[in-house]
Nanobody, 120 residues
Framework: QVQLVESGGGLVEVGGSLRLPCAAS????????MGWYRQAPGKQRELVAT???????NYAASVKGRFTISRDNAKNTVYLQMNSLKPEDTAVYYC??????????????WGQGTQVTVSS
């Protein structure tokens, strides 16, 4: 069984920072792209940022310059460093991993989500 476990969410003031780690565990053979998505109340889930196994990154326009995605391949962990937070960043943040496991082959896995609330 493969699991993605996020942490690091919470309540922060406007302009503050948070760091979200997401660790993948289980019968993992290889991890391709990892990413972060978010879903605000009443809205669809949207891409925040992705990072490939080679380190190439992609960001939503709304977070570019404020958020940084990185990964530690040895730890099967992806991080999202969020700076200069705004009220519109308030959402549940989900980790995603495109990976190959010995139990299920290649597929996407999602974490359970972590709440980020930015107060004004």
């Amino acid at each position: 069984q493969v699991q993605l476990v996020e942490s690091g969410g919470g309540l922060v003031e406007v302009g503050g920072s948070l760091r979200l780690p997401c660790a993948a565990s289980g019968s993992i053979f290889s991890i391709y792209t990892m990413g972060w998505y978010r879903q605000a109340p009443g809205k669809q889930r949207e891409l925040v940022a992705t990072v490939t196994s080679g380190g190439s990154t992609n960001y939503a326009a709304s977070v570019k310059g404020r958020f940084t995605i990185s990964r530690d391949n040895a730890k099967n962990t992806v991080y999202l460093q969020m700076n200069s937070l705004k009220p519109e960043d308030t959402a549940v943040y989900y980790c995603d991993a495109d990976l190959y496991s010995t139990s299920a082959g290649r597929r996407h896995y999602w974490g359970q989500g972590t709440q980020v609330t930015v107060s004004s």
